[in-house]
């Protein structure tokens, strides 16, 4: 059973787009909790899921995915597999997903879960997020669940010109700024950066990366 009342409350603390409102609708975010916090899912707040990482708050998820404006047939890189419920929004609202964790028990059971699910279009990756997939770049969009202390360029550089990322910046157990950056559609020019609001993410992390 899908979150038709979080869907609701969502609407009414502005998330406007019908097509991101649906396809929370669609999701039971207590399949990508612990089974021990499956009570506590249909709270708007961050749930520990293990390793140290949380699952965000549902309003979160919610306003990155629709700061992404996307259209559905997008190919979006996400870095921060986690318990795979951003995965699986992100699944439903463009035409390929590709997830990186670097937490191999996390990506194992996130895979698990949005397979058992039959969500078909994500391909994934254990590794250092950071680094993102570059033999798949260029992205559309690019959404991070993990907070730098810096934008890393590396990210950046697997943008399709005009592509937009949303991620967490600053320092590791302080308030960070949740950015959207618009890469610029002609060489020489600034991306486009704008602040949307603060936020607390786990840090983002690097290992070597393995292909999952």
């Not at 439903?92 to 699910?117: D, F, G, N, T």
């Not at 078909?120 to 959404?143: H, M, T, Y």
């Not at 010109?161 to 960070?176: A, D, S």
Request: aromatic share 6%; with cysteine.
């Amino acid at each position: 059973m899908g979150d038709w009342g979080r869907a609701d409350y969502l609407s009414r603390h502005g998330i406007k787009d019908a097509r991101v409102l649906e396809a929370i609708a669609r999701l039971s975010r207590a399949d990508f909790v612990p089974e021990d916090l499956r009570e506590e899912a249909s709270a708007d707040s961050p749930l520990p899921i293990g390793h140290g990482q949380t699952i965000s708050q549902p309003y979160v998820v919610a306003l990155m995915t629709e700061a992404l404006q996307l259209q559905g047939d997008e190919r979006v890189l996400e870095i921060g597999t986690g318990s795979g419920y951003q995965t699986a929004l992100l699944s439903l609202l463009c035409r390929e997903v590709y997830s990186v964790e670097i937490v191999p028990e996390l990506a194992q059971s996130a895979r698990e879960v949005l397979r058992r699910q039959g969500f078909e279009n994500v391909s994934f990756r254990e590794g250092d997020g950071s680094l993102g997939w570059p033999d798949q770049a260029p992205f559309d969009a690019i959404l991070a669940a993990a907070a730098p202390p810096d934008v890393p360029l590396q990210l950046l550089s697997q943008l399709k010109p005009g592509g937009r990322m949303l991620i967490p910046v600053g320092p590791q157990g302080g308030t960070q700024q949740l950015l959207r950056i618009q890469r610029a559609l002609r060489p020489g020019e600034v991306p486009q950066v704008e602040s949307l609001l603060p936020v607390r993410f786990v840090p983002m992390t690097g290992q070597p990366l393995s292909q999952g």
